[in-house]
Structures are given as structure tokens and as C-alpha cells.
């Protein structure tokens, strides 16, 4: 069974930095694909990022720019760093993880993911 272990996060001033890390654990070999998603008080959850495990990359627009999503193979590691950073970043921010390699609209869909994270609050003053 794939568990996912998320660290990193915190608080930052606006204009500020932030890394997200997800370790994953107890897969087999075979291609899947990793996205961060994330979910403020009240709102649905979001697609942020995903990487494909031959490091595609996909980014909401939002984010686009600021935030780059990168993968250490060896490490079963994706991170997520989260570079100027808005008071609208504020959320709970999940990774997870789907089975295969997904393509445009696929990677930002969240009922396609199997396997998600505990869940990180990132917050941003300003």
C-alpha cells in the first residue's frame, strides 16, 4: 500500500519562501505520477502542480511562474517549492499520487488520484 509522508510548510510574510516535501513509500515499479493540491477553509480542493515520473510538469495558472515542482526518483521524493508567495496561497496542501502517467486536464483532476498525503498548512501574511 502507497503512504504518502508530507513535510515542510509553515508560516511566511508575503514575498516569502516555502518547501513542501512529499515521501512516498511502499510502491511497486511502475509509472505514476505525483500532484500537490490544496484546500482553504470553506473551498474545494484545488490542483496546484503534477509531475509525471519521466518529470512532466503541469501548474494551475495561479501559480504558474512561482511555483515549481520537482522529483528525486532515488529519494521517492516530490517537492513542491513555493517561491513569492501571496496571502491567497493560504491552505491546506495535500500531495498525492495516481497510477500512470497523466496528461493535461488528467493530472488536475483529484478523483484520479489513489493515494494522497496527511496534509500541510502553508500560510502567508501580509
Known amino acids: 500500500q502507497v503512504q504518502l509522508v508530507q513535510s515542510g510548510g509553515g508560516l511566511v510574510q508575503a514575498g516569502g519562501s516555502l518547501r513542501l516535501s512529499c515521501e512516498t513509500s511502499g510502491r511497486t515499479d511502475r509509472p505514476y505520477s505525483t500532484g500537490w493540491f490544496r484546500q482553504a477553509p470553506g473551498k474545494t480542493r484545488d490542483f496546484v502542480a503534477a509531475i509525471t515520473r519521466n518529470a512532466n510538469t503541469y501548474y494551475a495558472d495561479s501559480v504558474k511562474g512561482r511555483f515549481t515542482i520537482s522529483r528525486e526518483n532515488a529519494r521517492n521524493t516530490v517537492t513542491l517549492q513555493m517561491n513569492s508567495l501571496k496571502p491567497e496561497d493560504t491552505a491546506l496542501y495535500y500531495c498525492?499520487?495516481?497510477?500512470?502517467?497523466?496528461?493535461?486536464?488528467?493530472?488536475?483532476?483529484?478523483?484520479?488520484?489513489?493515494?494522497w498525503g496527511q496534509g500541510t498548512q502553508v500560510s502567508v501574511s501580509s
Open positions: 498525492a499520487e495516481m497510477v500512470g502517467y497523466c496528461a493535461g486536464p488528467g493530472c488536475r483532476d483529484r478523483r484520479l488520484y489513489n493515494s
